[in-house]
């Protein structure tokens, strides 16, 4: 972990001011202060303290610090809270819950990145989901349909070229779309090799996929069939990071990320 890493349970102390955590204090205090104008009970400001409310997950800050909220358990045992929580959130996008993924991830953070990574390759090795898009463009020969005035227009002094619309088999479509955007978000994220390696290769595969500008659009578009079932984890996932609909995301000046589940916490208490 290179930047700061807190583990704390719900409705707890996460940090108290110091001389020493001053500015993270400031930065963590910032997202309390966001949260508070939401009215989200994710942290909040209490004197010189910050305090963990009733969600469970992770925050990470632009510094790099991590900060782990886990569900209350009787043993405080923190590997068994994790081990909750990696067991909630599996439920909640219907992905078979294995803790030997659990095994190799130090945090809730880098096993959420963990199974976005391995469910995204298992589509990529079967196979991403294609569709024909139609094209208006300039070509060297005739492919599709020519475009008599535009192709007057634009390449009156350039005969050797043809303006035509013709049809493309792309996997340009919106699953692919959201799953890019997603693997480069966690990307930046991720300091597990193995799952930066994987998403790596999940963003090169999705190269002529268009970036993602209107997540809500995008969503719209998606149909969950018998062809799209494979992507229903990685979309699950993708709609806790970009959907604010599904209450998961938070945001804040110093946050790269935060996703915290509100009802985790009270549903895990063991």
């Known amino acids: 972990m290179n930047g700061t890493y807190i583990s704390a349970f719900a409705h707890s102390t996460v940090i108290e001011l110091s001389q020493e955590n001053k500015v993270l204090f400031e930065m963590l205090g910032e997202f309390a202060e966001n949260c508070e104008l939401e009215g989200r009970p994710a942290v909040k400001l209490n004197g010189n303290s910050i305090e963990s409310g009733g969600c469970c997950g992770f925050i990470r800050l632009v510094d790099g610090t991590l900060i782990e909220i886990l569900p209350n358990v009787q043993s405080d045992d923190v590997n068994a809270a994790r081990e909750n929580l990696c067991r909630s959130f599996c439920s ?7 803790d030997s993924r659990l095994s190799e991830s130090a945090n ?5 990145i963990s199974v976005f990574a391995a469910e995204s390759m298992k589509i990529i090795k079967s196979g991403v989901l294609s569709a024909y898009l139609t094209r208006e463009e300039n070509m060297t020969s005739v492919q599709g349909t020519i475009m008599f005035a535009e192709n007057m227009r634009k390449n009156l002094t350039h005969r050797e070229r043809l303006y035509v619309r013709h049809e493309v088999f792309s996997p340009d479509r919106a699953e692919n779309r959201l799953m890019k955007a997603a693997a480069q978000k966690l990307m930046k ?3 597990d090799p193995r799952s930066s390696q994987l998403l790596k290769q999940v963003t ?6 268009k970036p993602l500008r209107n997540p809500a659009e995008e969503f719209s578009k998606y149909v969950n069939t018998r062809n799209t079932k494979k992507y229903s984890a990685v979309l699950e996932i993708c ?12 945001s804040g000046k110093y946050v790269s990320c935060a996703l915290l589940f509100d009802s985790v916490c009270q549903d895990l208490k063991i």
């Open 92 to 98: 909640r996008i219907g992905y078979g819950f294995g």
């Open 108 to 112: 809730f953070m880098e096993y959420f």
């Open 189 to 191: 994220l991720t300091e």
């Open 239 to 250: 709609r806790m990071l970009f959907d604010r609909h599904t209450g998961t995301a938070f």
């Open 204 to 209: 090169a595969f999705l190269d002529e996929v």
